[in-house]
């Protein structure tokens, strides 16, 4: 089997190397089993991208987050409401009435770096009441502007 004799008659004509022909062989059909799988198996993942001319314009809007923005000016803080500027006791009255009219209730926060989070704060707890499900905070850069 593994050893062979060389032919020799004596004690010392046994030779300890390895067979190649079983393993040629296991490594054969090792190579015809790749060879079958690799095309079978998936590449990349599924994925279906909504189409731009299916989305209408209401769709969009009741989809879209609320932006809510909050910028300081030398000495005054400005609150945006989706385009519109408001106060600091309007920012509630408005998210609420932007909200009811969404089927998705999200609210986006961006705010500038040097407000007092306190502001910030006030914010997300009008945004709560409101009845926003995810609020989140839009951070510098994530818009694509540098400052």
Known sequence: MAFSTNGTTGGDGLSSEINMTPLIDVLLVMLIIFMVIVPVMPRGLESALPSVASAGPTEEAADRPVLVQVDLDQTTVRYIVDGVSTNSTGVAARLLELL????????????????????????????????????????????????
């Not at 407000?115 to 009845?131: E, T």
Request: positive net charge; glycine residues 12%; hydrophobic residues 45%.
């Open 100 to 147: 009811s009219q969404r089927s998705v209730r999200r609210v986006l926060v961006k705010a500038d770096a040097k407000l007092d989070f306190g502001v910030v704060a006030g914010v997300i707890d009008a945004s709560k009441a409101a009845g926003a499900d995810n609020i989140g905070l839009v951070t510098p850069g994530a818009d694509g502007q540098s400052r």
